[in-house]
């Protein structure tokens, strides 16, 4: 027995003690990551609680579906939460082509050249740019350069550059994701290279693709400081007419309602605020869960 | 080196001192050989001897690696496939695939079947379901699936079902030879002994070439064997003269079971 240690092996009294040591180690650690764990949870837990409790008596779906009234002082929302939504779908109009063949690009095209390294690094670090360079940018090129004026178009177009980074990333990532055997699959039945990619590619990659679109854009939708200077009002009583025309006009939103409701503090109640506050969370835990939900349906048919 | 090759119209695949590298690593050197139509040809040899590159190198599929060349020549049906002028639909509509693991698509059997031919042939859905039915007969599958292939996910097959379908999947393009990389190493006896028994019944209609490290596998399927070792062809012949008077020492220690 025990030829390769030989008598080096340690008495049985101080085995025991190491071995109890390593479990106490272990048992700490776990400690650890459990405390961890819980303090991540309380912190968002408190984020949430505490709009909901503010926001809450404001809430009704009077506050949601009639605009302010009395300067402001009453009423509801409803043209911020319509322009929120309006820009979304303009921002998702946007990305969809541009990001996702983007990333189809940079998966599948691009190859790996010096050019296409450094533009990937860009990408990267363009995911990582902070949201009020976006508005600058979008202030510069598409307020002053398209409509002279904040518009819906100049916000969608700030808030897609805000978010493309990111879901270029999301579907090159899902893209390379898809196992290697499905596309020589393809490519050995004689597919054109276009083919792989949509009849086998595309279809596999599509959860995280999606995923990443929606929450790229719900990211989006919560973020004032792109529309602050490019698609925000604070408040029009201009009736919105759906047409190519409200493009080219100012949008009331819910972030931009609220960074400037909170400046001008004094003159909307804290109640609409903190009701405000509320719908633009719902808004975006909705789009959230729009995305969780895809994700699972696709885990559940993805069997590799 | 097959002498009873009795004339050019009984060779389908002709290739004359291939030489095959990925990068700076030589894979395959000076391989010459003629393999013959409609037969069942097995390529063998211990892991790393080229006989996987090989195979690849008959549907282009090393196209795929970036750095991989080659010289010397590669004809099928006489025709230069390296030429400027192939076109790699047309080789691999010629020329279909089976792999190593089974491979489906994530979808139903049915469209694992009909995505290709649709593709090719641009065939409409009363065309696709005669097709689909025999290629799924051909591979041996359609009683297992016949009363649900159209709704049944092809990733809910067994292992070896999902290498028939693959089989079937190829056979649906109708392709004068098939390429088979070890399709039988990821399953158990039972599907392995299917799978030879449909190669078998292939065989007449098509030119399959196998790559199998399997040399009982090889004497069971085949009726020509090449044997491959550090990226040569060192022997090639009926698989009956291979096993039985192999003419190279490397042959019968390798076949006897002693190296690989």
Not at chain 1, 73 to 97: D, F, N, Y
Not at chain 1, 238 to 254: G, I, R
Not at chain 2, 46 to 65: A, H, Q, V, W, Y
Not at chain 2, 207 to 220: D, E, S, Y
Request: charged share 20%.
């Amino acid at each position: 027995m025990a030829s390769v240690i030989g008598d080096r092996i340690p008495s049985r009294a101080k085995l025991a003690a190491r071995d109890a040591r390593r479990k106490l180690n272990s048992r700490l650690f776990e400690v650890w990551l459990w405390s961890m764990g819980v303090l991540i949870t309380l912190a968002i837990l408190a984020v949430i609680v505490t709009i909901v409790i503010k926001g809450l008596p404001a809430m009704n779906w009077e506050f949601l579906s009639t605009g302010p009234k009395e300067g402001m002082k009453e009423g509801g929302i409803w043209p911020m939460l319509r322009g929120s939504i309006l820009l979304m779908i303009g921002t998702l109009l946007i990305v969809l082509p541009v990001g996702v063949f983007g990333g189809v690009f940079l998966a599948e095209y691009a190859g790996t050249s010096r050019l296409v390294t450094l533009v990937r690094a860009c990408v990267v670090a363009l995911a990582g740019t902070p949201s009020v360079i976006y508005g600058l940018f979008g202030l510069a090129v598409f307020v002053l350069l398209i409509t002279k004026h904040t518009s819906l178009i100049a916000g969608c177009l700030t808030l897609a550059m805000f978010a493309l980074p990111v879901i270029v990333l999301t579907t090159e990532s899902a893209i390379k994701a898809v196992p290697e055997s499905f596309v020589e699959a393809g490519v050995s039945l004689g597919m054109s290279k276009w083919q792989v990619i949509r009849k086998v590619i595309l279809p596999a990659a599509l959860p995280g693709i999606v995923t990443g679109l929606v929450l790229s854009t719900g990211r989006a939708a919560g973020e004032a400081p792109p529309i602050l200077f490019t698609a925000g009002i604070y408040y029009s009583t201009a009736k919105l007419t759906f047409d190519l025309e409200m493009f080219k006009k100012p949008v009331a939103n819910l972030p931009y309602h609220l960074a400037e409701g909170y400046r001008q503090g004094s003159v909307i109640p804290e109640k609409i605020i903190w009701g405000t506050c509320l719908t633009l969370m719902l808004l975006v835990l909705l789009i959230n869960l729009a995305a969780i939900i895809v994700r699972a349906r696709a885990r559940k048919r993805q069997v590799w | 080196m097959v002498s009873e090759i009795a004339s050019r119209e009984n060779i389908v695949v002709e290739a004359k001192d291939v030489d095959f590298y990925y990068g700076k690593n030589q894979a395959l050197k000076g391989v010459t050989i003629q393999i013959i139509r409609n037969k069942v040809t097995c390529l063998i040899g211990p892991s790393g001897c080229g006989k996987s590159t090989f195979l690849r190198s008959l549907n282009r599929m090393n196209d795929r690696i970036a750095g991989a060349r080659h010289t010397g020549l590669i004809e099928i049906d006489g025709e230069n496939i390296y030429s400027r002028k192939t076109d790699l639909m047309q080789l691999r509509r010629k020329v279909g695939m089976v792999f190593q693991k089974p491979n489906p698509f994530p979808t139903t059997v049915y469209e694992n079947i009909a995505m290709a031919p649709r593709i090719h042939y641009g065939f409409g859905e009363r065309e696709l379901n005669e097709i689909v039915e025999t290629a799924l007969q051909k591979a041996a599958l359609w009683d297992e699936v016949k009363d649900d292939y159209k709704r049944k996910h092809a990733l809910a097959l067994s292992g070896g079902q999902q290498q028939r379908l693959c089989i079937a999947r190829t056979l649906a393009i109708n392709p004068e030879i098939i390429l088979m990389d070890e399709p039988c190493s990821a399953l158990d006896p039972i599907s392995t002994y299917k799978i030879e028994e449909l190669i078998k019944e292939l065989s007449g209609d098509y030119t399959l070439i196998v790559v199998t490290h399997n040399m009982h596998q090889a004497g069971r399927i085949s009726s020509h064997t090449a044997f491959f070792n550090l990226g040569e062809l060192v022997e090639y012949g009926t698989t009956e003269s291979i096993f039985q008077r192999p003419a190279k020492r490397e042959t019968e220690d390798y076949v006897s079971g002693r190296f690989g």
